[in-house]
């Protein structure tokens, strides 16, 4: 959220605009306590301080107690960092350890839209399982400004400390004003959660798995496994499209359209790749847009016709007489797939990479590059992604420089003549041959192609941009026809090598972009409405 130019209120009129509605539906009055002291991430209290006196002000409904250098205050409520606001702490145990700022927001007005109306917004599975917890849980969830994923996941702990305001007590912690408490829990990726000491993860997990490990204290992947597919439900549609990037999304829009009884399956967040682009200026209709908010709106747009059930990670497509798509807990039994699950960033397969994944290597520039502010990083390739990344970091503060393995760039010009015009610096014609550190990440050896000398780089986390593979792993056993590169090969209207399976978007290789990823959903939706008419049609001529 950004400081208006209207100096009488802080966040700007479009985002107040669009909070009235929202509090229309509070009921109760929310209390929120902010604390804040002289000297402690001083910006950041102002932020906190200015955002809640526009909140104040936009609704009865949220209160404001200031406790400023407090120490009584603090110490009543066990405050040792600053700022930090707590949400009707009479009742609740929901602390913000730092500004909500960014992304983050939306957690902080999910909460008091959840503490207001007293309503959990819990899926009815996960309320009856949470009914089993009889003993208190601490969930500490630590997140970014900038990281998309990390409002999920708090809502996740959100929502179960609503429901079990006794037992259940939540801390989003912002880990670029708390580096210390990072370090603390030894934080390399975001969001990261850590339940009741005991168990930790990385990313966003669907609201089953994180109520299941908040229950269990297991990784709700290790259960899974032991549980096998023994007792899955089954769910019969008409199409089940895999993956909610915006081939799925548009897929589920026009399958519906078209009269069919559809479902879309997503393993992560909503949106695929999109939702983690910073910017982007090449869909038609926007001059310039985040990438998140167009795969809101394209969301909200598929919300009308579809259902998108998110944390459902497609294991495999059996095939038969009918289609089984199985996934972790389901079976979902349909007449055509359409196959929309998109690509993941290619490894170095180098040594050290995989142990210092999430602690301090990793593929998302913006969840992670706020961490990494004063200090030094390197990026990984040489073409859009890269210097995008590298941009970002540059920007938000970090000492960025990248490593490439050619002698010039692969990337759009204005993105080359940005790098060279912050003068971020380039290791040309050299290849990462090793990560490296023994408790923590500190450096990676680096080898110039053409000379073959080596020189070993002090830095603090590695960012991977160098190309993205597609994620073909619940398809491989099948044997579709293949493109270079693993992609699976479609015809025009997205029809693969086997009757009744489509393929759209990222998946099929290609021009890899929004657009062709909205029309290849869209081809393949209509091409499995065609074929159905057909196949019906000379089913009933065969019965007449
Ligand atoms: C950094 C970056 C910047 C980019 N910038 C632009 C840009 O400015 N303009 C542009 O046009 N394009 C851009 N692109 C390309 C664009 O993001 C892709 O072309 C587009 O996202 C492809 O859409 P998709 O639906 O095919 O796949 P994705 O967006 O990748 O969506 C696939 C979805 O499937 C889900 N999934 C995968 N496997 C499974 C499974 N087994 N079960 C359930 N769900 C699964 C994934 O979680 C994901 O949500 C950019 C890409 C990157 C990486």
């Known amino acids: 959220m950004a400081k208006s130019k209207h100096t009488e209120w802080f966040l700007p009129e479009d985002q107040r605009k669009a909070l009235a509605p929202y509090f229309k539906d509070f009921k109760e009055v929310v209390p929120v306590h902010l604390f804040v002291k002289a000297g402690q991430n001083d910006a950041y209290a102002d932020f906190a301080h200015n955002l809640m ?47 909500p700022a960014g992304e983050e927001g939306q957690a902080f007005l999910h909460a008091l839209m959840m503490v207001s109306t007293g309503n959990s917004f819990l899926s009815e599975r996960s309320r009856e399982l949470l009914q089993e917890l009889q003993e208190p849980r601490v969930v500490k969830v630590f997140v970014s400004p900038t990281c998309p994923y990390c409002p999920g996941q708090c809502v996740n702990a959100i929502k179960a400390a609503v429901e079990k305001p006794k037992l259940v007590s939540v801390e989003c912690v912002e880990t670029g004003e708390n580096p210390d408490y990072a370090q603390e829990y030894s934080v390399g990726s975001i969001p990261h959660t850590v339940y009741d000491e005991k168990l930790s993860t990385v990313g966003m997990e669907s609201e089953l798995a994180f109520v299941l490990q908040l229950l269990t204290l297991t990784a709700a992947k290790d259960m899974a496994q032991e549980e096998g597919r023994a007792d899955k439900d089954v769910i019969h549609h008409d199409l089940v499209i895999i ?67 998110t944390g459902q990670t497609v294991e495999e497509i059996k095939v038969g007489r009918n289609l089984e798509v199985l996934t972790q ?29 999430s602690k301090g290597v990793s593929f998302c520039a913006s969840c992670d590059g706020f961490m990494f502010k004063g200090k030094k990083v390197a990026v990984v390739g040489g073409g859009n992604t890269a210097l995008t990344d590298a941009l970002h970091l540059k ?150």
């Open 243 to 309: 993956g909610s990037g915006p081939a799925g999304l548009t897929a589920g829009i026009y399958a519906k359209r078209a009269g069919l009884d559809a479902v879309v399956l997503e393993k992560g967040i909503v949106g695929g790749l999109v939702s983690i682009t910073p910017e982007v200026e090449n869909y038609p209709g926007f001059i310039n847009i985040g990438g998140k908010m167009l795969m809101d709106m394209i969301h909200e747009q598929a919300k009308q016709y579809v259902d998108v059930i």
């Open 329 to 357: 807990d389901q079976v979902y039994v349909a007449d055509s797939v359409i196959y929309a699950a998109g690509a993941s960033w290619k490894k170095l397969g180098v040594p050290g990479e995989d142990r210092f994944m």
């Open 395 to 544: 920007n938000l503060g970090v000492d960025v420089f990248i490593v490439h393995r050619r002698d010039s760039f692969r990337a759009e010009q204005h993105l080359v003549d940005s790098v060279l015009r912050e003068e971020i610096p380039v290791h040309w014609n050299s290849v990462v041959e090793e990560i490296g550190g023994k408790e923590t990440l500190t450096f990676i050896t680096v080898r110039h192609i053409k000379t073959g000398e080596t020189e070993r780089v002090p830095v603090d986390g590695v960012f991977l941009a160098i190309g993205i593979v597609p994620n073909v792993q619940a398809v491989s056993h099948l044997g579709l026809a293949q493109e270079p590169g693993g992609y699976i090969r479609v015809d025009r209207l997205g029809r693969t090598s086997i009757p009744r399976i489509y393929a759209a978007g990222d998946i099929t290789g290609g021009v890899q972009q929004i657009v062709t990823a909205v029309s290849e959903g869209a081809s393949a939706a209509m091409a499995v409405f065609e074929d159905q008419t057909r196949r019906k049609a000379e089913s009933a001529a065969r019965k007449a």
């Open 53 to 99: 006196k526009d909140l104040v002000r936009l609704t009865d409904k949220v209160t404001l107690s200031l406790h400023s250098d407090d120490a009584k205050a603090s110490d009543s409520f066990a405050v040792t960092r600053f700022p930090t606001l707590l949400i009707a702490p009479e009742k609740y145990s929901i602390r913000f350890t730092g500004a």
